[in-house]
């Protein structure tokens, strides 16, 4: 009677692990699909943005990226290398210090919206400034490093609101943080290297666009 009871109770648990995996998930799967339409939402909505407010009585907003991107074709490709890089740092970084706070769950989903942003106002400024070769050149050279880019950003935010969310839910005691702080510090370490290729292509893209458009 004891055996069938202790069985009984391995089967529970074990059921109750198996549960946890699968809701634990569907969560994730769940991140993925709102961190890819909020990142595309945003590329959409900067370039509307841009369209919008492209005639502004003293063109600042197009003057901005227009030297902007002047000056990223202008410049070496460790120049650009190192430009790129760091603004995906900067916004994993972000992702980092909102991990470590319980609040980070409500303001990481609007991360890759951001992300997603900036690149729509490129888009914007590509295709009025360039028309249809400024399209050929935004999905061709631009994108596939920005979309490496991106990736890295949407890995760091999904390890980032895990965490918050543990920090948020109080699932994350004293004995066990410290164990969990250096999973959560490797795999976003590993969210870099997205980051990483993603500043490669886009120093080789910067380099055949400088060529291409003296053409």
């Known amino acids: 009677m004891v055996l069938v009871r202790t069985n009984r109770k391995k089967a529970v648990r074990k059921e109750a692990a198996l549960d946890s995996s699968g809701i634990t998930r ?15 939402l945003g590329i959409a909505g900067g370039a509307v ?62 991360f890759p919206l951001i992300r ?36 890295g950003i949407l890995l760091a935010s999904k390890e980032s609101w895990d965490f918050s969310r543990r920090l948020f839910r109080g699932f994350l005691h004293p004995k066990d943080f410290f164990s969990r702080l250096s999973i959560y510090a490797t795999r976003l370490g590993l969210a870099l290297v997205p980051c990483l290729l993603g500043a490669l292509i886009d120093s080789l893209a910067a380099c055949i666009c400088a060529v291409f458009l003296s053409l």
């Open 49 to 110: 943005f841009f369209c919008v407010f492209k005639k502004d009585a003293n063109g600042h907003l197009y003057s901005l990226l227009e030297s902007d991107l002047e000056i990223r074709l202008d410049s070496s490709f460790g120049e650009v290398f190192l430009s790129s890089l760091s603004s995906s740092f900067v916004m994993t970084l972000a992702c980092v210090l909102a991990g470590l706070s319980v609040w980070g769950i409500l303001c990481l989903p609007f």
């Open 116 to 151: 997603g942003f900036g690149l729509g106002l490129v888009a914007g400024c590509l295709c009025t400034a360039y028309g249809g070769q400024g399209v050929v050149l935004y999905l061709t050279a631009f994108l596939p490093g920005a979309l490496l880019s991106a990736g």
């Open 26 to 40: 569907q969560k994730g799967r769940a991140w993925w699909m709102l961190g890819i339409i909020s990142f595309f």
